[in-house]
């Protein structure tokens, strides 16, 4: 009996329970969404074949949204970001890709060593050694000594070293260094101002080489920059620096009278006044009115070589004598009488 009460009380409650939820539940009409005419109608999306999309930056755009198998919607993925590709500096000197070592100065720019080793050779060849800077455009950093060492060989680097002592001694206006190829002695030149010295002390005397006296122009200037080296014993002018020294002419001078018609034989400076006329040929037409001249011209020979100079020998030879200023490789070598002149002067 007890158990059939306690059954009605829950059936009882049960339903006084569901009356009660019935009458507190609210109906709710779904509100239909508002009308959009601009929206462009879109076409309905495969659920079973997702479309391709481009991810390489070519092709058509990505969709807004890439779908997966279940159907929700997946955003897609961003494109990938072009990685910088890595560009090695040219050479400094050729502007091309280095090859072989690679050499680097004190300012950082670098370049082939090889580029960089016949760089400074060139430097040091056209007397441009002090003061080499690095040939980067707008650089202008100086090469200093220990960079050139390794770059060079043990004597182009010796060579450096008496470039830049050399370019020293040059901007000291008491030196000068022999003009001879095979020499190069380092010599210390006169005082200024010795031949005006020499003028108060008399009348000139010194000759010049055709044994005439020299103009006072002329002896202060052969006081001055006239010069015999000790080692290979030649005589040169250490203003113009022409060997053998130009006697009896100034610089200026000298310059003017080698641009000027000259007598054959005595080489003097020839005008309208003292130039012999009727000439036999065309190869004794350059002679002086001297008396010796003239008797030189007689004995020449009359005809022309082939390079346009005058034969050098007597007339009437069977066979004519080689040009001293074209023919002969050894025209610069000195007279054997006196050691003074070069053959070439002898024409």
Not at 288 to 294: A, I, N, R
Request: glycine share 4%.
């Amino acid at each position: 009996m007890w158990h059939d009460l306690t059954t009605l009380a829950i059936e009882e409650n049960n339903r006084a329970a569901a009356a009660a939820a019935q009458s507190a539940a609210v109906h709710i009409t779904p509100t239909p969404a508002p009308h959009v005419s601009n929206v462009p109608h879109l076409p309905p999306i495969d659920r079973k074949t997702p479309p391709l999309v481009s991810v390489s930056g070519s092709g058509a755009a990505p969709p807004p949204f890439i779908p997966s198998s279940n159907g929700s919607e997946v955003k897609s993925a961003p494109a990938p970001i072009a990685k910088p590709v890595w560009m090695p500096e040219p050479c400094i000197v050729c502007l091309k890709p280095v090859s072989g070592p690679k050499e680097y100065l004190e300012c950082t720019h670098s370049g082939c060593a090889a580029c960089l080793n016949k760089y400074i050779n060139d430097a040091v060849a056209a007397n441009r050694a002090v003061g080499m800077k690095c040939p980067k455009d707008g650089c202008g950093a100086i090469i200093n000594e220990h960079t050139v060492q390794c770059l060079l060989l043990p004597a182009e680097f010796a060579k450096y070293l008496d470039s830049t002592v050399n370019a020293f001694l040059d901007q000291d206006v008491n030196s000068c260094k022999c003009p001879n190829p095979k020499c190069g002695q380092r010599l210390t030149m006169k005082e200024a101002g010795s031949g005006a010295a020499a003028l108060k002390k008399g009348p000139v005397t010194e000759k010049d080489d055709q044994g005439r006296v020299l103009s006072e122009d002329a002896y202060k200037h052969f006081m001055d920059y006239r010069i015999r080296c000790p080692n290979c014993n030649i005589n040169f002018c250490t203003q113009c620096k022409l060997t053998p020294y130009h006697k009896g002419y100034t610089c200026a001078s000298w310059d003017v009278y080698t641009k000027s018609r000259q007598c054959r034989y005595c080489h003097v400076k020839m005008d309208a006044k003292n130039t012999a006329p009727n000439p036999p040929s065309q190869a004794v037409r350059d002679c002086c009115t001297s008396s010796e001249c003239l008797d030189k011209q007689k004995l020449s020979c009359l005809k022309m070589k082939a390079c346009g100079c005058p034969c050098p020998g007597i007339r009437d030879e069977k066979e004519c004598l080689p040009c001293l200023k074209c023919d002969l490789k050894k025209a610069e070598d000195f007279c054997a009488i006196c050691y003074v002149r070069v053959l070439s002067w002898l024409r």
